[in-house]
């Protein structure tokens, strides 16, 4: 089995998590805006 390693995300994190922000946003009908996914999590 892997090992999974939980940890607090941090600045330098930001171009990972922005577009999968924006892909739960557009899931949910909004359109996509990965800027505003980038300034929600700075």
Known sequence: M???TVRQAVLTDLDALAPLL???RQFYGRASDVAA????FA
Request: net charge negative.
């Open 22 to 24: 924006d892909a739960y």
């Open 37 to 40: 996914a980038r300034a929600f």
């Open 2 to 4: 892997d090992n999974i």
